[in-house]
């Protein structure tokens, strides 16, 4: 299960070992990428992600299951 609060950098790293590359920003919200996948990411306002139900959705729409994520 991720564990929260996790600092951003943390968290881009633990995406980069699964695959994923950026962190990019056309828009309002920076994105990383895997294939033609495109996963939006919370922008790093307070440096750390502690909400739960936010780093689950974005594991979720990323595909990543709680075993991966917890080996990255």
Partial sequence: MPSVPIEY???LRKLRQ??????????RHP???RGKQK???PNPHGRT???????RR????AG???EEWDRA
Avoid at 18 to 27: A, D, E, I, W
Avoid at 49 to 55: E, N, P, S, T, V
Avoid at 58 to 61: A, C, F, N, Q
């Fill in 9 to 11: 950098r943390e968290f």
């Fill in 18 to 27: 699964l695959g994923f590359s950026g962190p990019f920003q056309v828009g």
């Fill in 31 to 33: 994105f990383v990428i």
């Fill in 39 to 41: 996963i939006g990411i």
């Fill in 49 to 55: 992600i502690d909400d739960m139900g936010l780093l």
């Fill in 58 to 61: 974005v594991l979720r729409h």
């Fill in 64 to 66: 990543i299951r709680d």
